[in-house]
C-alpha cells in the first residue's frame, strides 16, 4: 500500500508512528501540558513535535478538540485558534506528514491550506460540510468508528450482535458515502475507535479480530496508548500505562494495523523493529 500524502509517498509495508500532538487544554494524558498561564506555548508545541520527529514519527496528528470520554465539545473558531499556528509552524520546521485530528470543516479546510496532508477525524466525515471540506481538500481521510459523542459514549456502550461486525458495516458504509462523494479509495484509511463507546470486552474483542477490518486493502490505524481500558483492567494511572500501552501495540502490528497513533514514539518504534526482525523470513 502506497499513499501519496500531498508529495510525500508513504509505504505502509512496515508499520509506521503518528505522534500525538494535543493542543487542548483538557486532553486526558497530557492536557495542558503545552499551555502555560492559560495560553498555547508555540514552542513548546513545535519542541515536542520535533522530539516526535526525532524519534522515527512519520506523522504528527495535531488535535484541537479533547475526544476522551467525558471531553466537552469545542467552538470551531477556537479549534482554530488552537490548531492552525501549530500546523503552520510543523509544516515550516518539520520534515513529517501532519494529521489534522478534527470533525470539524472550517478546520480541515483551513489546516490542509497551511500544510496538513491527512485529515483523521473520529466522527468520520459526518458533521454537516465535512465530507464536502474532505473532497475538496484532496488529501487521505482516516475514517473512524464511534458510537455516541464524547461526552457520554461510555454511559452504556450497546451493540446488538457483534461489535466487530457493527464497526466493520459503519466503516463500509462511510467509505461508500466518501466514494461516492469523491474521495477514491486509495485515499481512505480506517479506525475501529478503540475507547469511542466501547466496553473493555468489545475493545479486547476488536483487537482480537481486527484483521477483519485489513480486508479492504487500506491502511488501518489504531490508538490504544494509555487509553482508560488499560488503567481498569491493571489499575494504572495514565503515568504508568506504558508497559501495557507497548504490549498492544505489539499486538495491533502483529494483527495488521498499518499506523500506531501513541504518545511514546520512540518506545513504540522499538516495538515495531521487533516486530520486523520477528516476522523476517531469514532465520
Ligand atoms: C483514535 C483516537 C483519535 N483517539 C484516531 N484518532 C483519540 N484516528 C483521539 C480512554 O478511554 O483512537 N484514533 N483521536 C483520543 N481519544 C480517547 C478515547 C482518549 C478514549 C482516551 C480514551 O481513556
Not at 469545542?74 to 499556528?85: A, F, G, M, T, W
Not at 483551513?110 to 488529501?139: C, F, H, K, M, T
Not at 459523542?149 to 461508500?176: G, H, K, N, W
Request: hydrophobic letters at 45%; a negative charge.
Amino acid at each position: 500500500m502506497l499513499y501519496q500524502f500531498s508529495g510525500r509517498s508513504i509505504d505502509f509495508d512496515q508499520p509506521k508512528v503518528m505522534g500525538v500532538l494535543n493542543v487542548t487544554p483538557d486532553s486526558f494524558y497530557d492536557g495542558g501540558a503545552l499551555y502555560s498561564s492559560g495560553r498555547l506555548n508555540l514552542d513548546l508545541a513545535i519542541d515536542r513535535a520535533a522530539v516526535m520527529v526525532g524519534e522515527g514519527a512519520d506523522f504528527i496528528d495535531v488535535g484541537g478538540e479533547s475526544t476522551r470520554p467525558g471531553a466537552d465539545p469545542v467552538d470551531s473558531q477556537e479549534e482554530v485558534d488552537r490548531v492552525l499556528p501549530v500546523v503552520v509552524a510543523i509544516s515550516k520546521r518539520l520534515d513529517v506528514v501532519i494529521s489534522i485530528d478534527t470533525s470539524t470543516a472550517q478546520v480541515m479546510t483551513e489546516a490542509v491550506a497551511s500544510g496538513a496532508a491527512l485529515i483523521n477525524d473520529v466522527r468520520a466525515l459526518q458533521r454537516p460540510g465535512a465530507l464536502q471540506a474532505a473532497v475538496a481538500a484532496g488529501v487521505p481521510v482516516c475514517l473512524m468508528h464511534m458510537q455516541g459523542a464524547p461526552i457520554d459514549m461510555q454511559c452504556a456502550p450497546l451493540y446488538d450482535e457483534d461489535v466487530v461486525v457493527e464497526v466493520s458495516a459503519f466503516l463500509q458504509q462511510r467509505i461508500d458515502a466518501c466514494v461516492a462523494a469523491g474521495i477514491p479509495a486509495g485515499r481512505l484509511l480506517v479506525d475501529p475507535g478503540f475507547g469511542f463507546g466501547k466496553t473493555d470486552h468489545h475493545n479486547i474483542r476488536l483487537l482480537k479480530k481486527l484483521e477483519e477490518l485489513t480486508l479492504w486493502g487500506m491502511p488501518l490505524l489504531v490508538g490504544l496508548s494509555r487509553k482508560s481500558m488499560i488503567g481498569r483492567l491493571l489499575e494504572r494511572d495514565t503515568y504508568d500505562r506504558l508497559p501495557a500501552s507497548l504490549a498492544l501495540a505489539l499486538a495491533a502490528v502483529s494483527r495488521g494495523a498499518n499506523i500506531l497513533r501513541v504518545h511514546d514514539v520512540a518506545a513504540t518504534v522499538d516495538v515495531i523493529k521487533i516486530n520486523q526482525l520477528l516476522s523476517e523470513s531469514e532465520g
